[in-house]
Structure formats: structure tokens, C-alpha cells
């Protein structure tokens, strides 16, 4: 059977709302749907209205955000929370992301909060994990992936994980041009398979497990093909409409 892949860009701090109506005016006047994927755009909180609208029409483009706080309203200046950005029309959230954790410090309890907070809004958390270069150099990298996915999910119930995203994004290959080779990815996309399965059971065997770091058009089929990689999360490559096309349609 063909997998079913699921694509997603994240824009991070880039695309002011002009460049995001250009480049969903490109996207979804070239891109054709097709049956075994589906596309996340996940760009800045102030660009969220201009994706949503480009999308209305379109069942296989979905729009999320790229961080929300674990409260849903409140005197939390400069946050955005889970039911705010629903009611905007996100459908999917970005939990733990790497630059969350390593430039803002965010914790795994932090993680776990937002997870909760996600389900309890209606998100669908795609929840990023990943090791440091130093915990890969010191063998650490499953006990470390594993360690974050626990966290991330351990105030929900089962079926929520089940029906949730996982990212493994190895911190050292995130906008350094440095990709997992299919083969180093795939052996964590394997373990991390694993963990779901006993969290979540059965069902933890169909939750996509993206890769993030460095992905472009020319090493994106090759990190497709391993094993257990249901997709990318992919940043630097997916802000210029005609390499994201390039991607998405690989
Ligand atoms: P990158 O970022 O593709 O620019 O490495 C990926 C990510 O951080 O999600």
C-alpha cells in the first residue's frame, strides 16, 4: 500500500501577511490535490487569516500555528492560546518545536501543558521531538526523543495521541543544511513507532511521524522512502512557493 504523507511548512518568524497572500496565490493556483497527502501551513500568527482564507475551499490544505500557551484566555501578554487561534481557523498547533525549547526554554512539563491545551481546543498538536548534537554524540538520542514524546503526551488520554502528528527534528540538522540521513532517521522514526504503539496501541500505528532538518527538493524523496517517515516538516525550503511546490509534489 502507498503511504499517506502529510507535508508541512513552517514559516517561523517570516511571511508578513503580503507575502503570504503571494505565495498562497501561487500554491493553490498550481497545486492539484491529490489523494495520499495533505499539506499544513503553519505561518505566523499575524499571517494565519490570509492561509485560512486561501484555503476555505480546499480539504487536503489545513493552516495551524506554530506555538500556543496552555491556557485558553487571560492576562498573558503577547500569548496566543489554543481556542484564540481556532476560533482564527487553525486546525493544527506545532507543540515543542526545538526553538521553543532551546531559545525559549521551554520545558517537557511545558510541553505536556500545551498538549492538553491543544485536544482541549480542537487542535490536532503535531508534537516535535528531537536530540542536541551532544546527546547524539553521546548515544543519547532515543532515550531523549522518547523521554520528550512522553512528556508531550502525558496528560491525554490514548486516543487523543492517537489521532495527533509526531516530528523528529535532530536539533542539529534544523536550518544548518545538515539533514538525517534517510537511514539515521528512519532507526528513530522505528523507535519512536514503538513508543506509540505502547501508548497508544493499535492505534499508535497510524499517527504520521514526520522528519524535520534541512529538508529541500533534492533530499526529500530519499527521507520519504525509509521506513516509518510519514512526511516532512519543513522550514527554510518551504517559504518560496516554487520549492514548496516542488516539495509537496514529489
Ligand atoms: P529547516 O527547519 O527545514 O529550515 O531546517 C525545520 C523546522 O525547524 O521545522
Request: glycine content about 8%.
Given at each position: 500500500m502507498k503511504k499517506s504523507l502529510v507535508f508541512a511548512a513552517?514559516?517561523?518568524?517570516?511571511?508578513?501577511?503580503a507575502d503570504a497572500t503571494a505565495f498562497m496565490r501561487t500554491f493553490v493556483g498550481q497545486y492539484t490535490r491529490q489523494q495520499d497527502r495533505r499539506v499544513l501551513f503553519f505561518p505566523s500568527a499575524v499571517s494565519l487569516h490570509v492561509v485560512v482564507g486561501a484555503i476555505k475551499e480546499r480539504g487536503d490544505l489545513e493552516a495551524g500555528v506554530q506555538?500556543?500557551?496552555?491556557?485558553?484566555?487571560?492576562?498573558?501578554?503577547?500569548?496566543?492560546?489554543?481556542?484564540l487561534a481556532r476560533s482564527a481557523g487553525a486546525r493544527h498547533a506545532l507543540i515543542g518545536h526545538s526553538e521553543?525549547?532551546?531559545?525559549?526554554?521551554?520545558t517537557d512539563e511545558e510541553t505536556g501543558k500545551k498538549v492538553v491545551a491543544a485536544i482541549r481546543a480542537g487542535l490536532t498538536p503535531t508534537i516535535c521531538v528531537g536530540e542536541t548534537l551532544a546527546q547524539r554524540e553521546a548515544a543519547e538520542t532515543l532515550a531523549v526523543v522518547r523521554r520528550q514524546l512522553r512528556a508531550a503526551?502525558?496528560?491525554?488520554?490514548?486516543?487523543?495521541?492517537?489521532?495527533?502528528?509526531?516530528?523528529y527534528e535532530p536539533v542539529w540538522a534544523i536550518g544548518t543544511g545538515k539533514n538525517?540521513?534517510?537511514?539515521?532517521?528512519?532507526?528513530?522514526?522505528?523507535?519512536?513507532r514503538a513508543e506509540l504503539r505502547e501508548i497508544a496501541g493499535e492505534r499508535g500505528g497510524a499517527v504520521p511521524i514526520l522528519?524535520?532538518?534541512?529538508?529541500?527538493?533534492?533530499?526529500?524523496?530519499?527521507?520519504?522512502?525509509?521506513?516509518?517517515v510519514g512526511g516532512v516538516l519543513v522550514g527554510g525550503a518551504s517559504l518560496d512557493a516554487e520549492q514548496w511546490l516542488a516539495i509537496v509534489r514529489t
Open positions: 513552517n514559516w517561523k518568524m517570516n511571511q508578513a501577511p506555538n500556543i500557551h496552555w491556557e485558553d484566555k487571560g492576562a498573558f501578554t503577547g500569548e496566543t492560546s489554543g481556542t521553543r525549547r532551546h531559545v525559549f526554554g521551554e503526551v502525558s496528560g491525554v488520554e490514548a486516543a487523543s495521541v492517537a489521532s495527533a502528528i509526531v516530528a538525517a540521513t534517510p537511514a539515521d532517521a528512519s532507526a528513530v522514526h522505528v523507535a519512536l522528519y524535520g532538518g534541512s529538508v529541500n527538493r533534492s533530499n526529500v524523496d530519499a527521507l520519504l522512502a525509509a521506513a516509518e
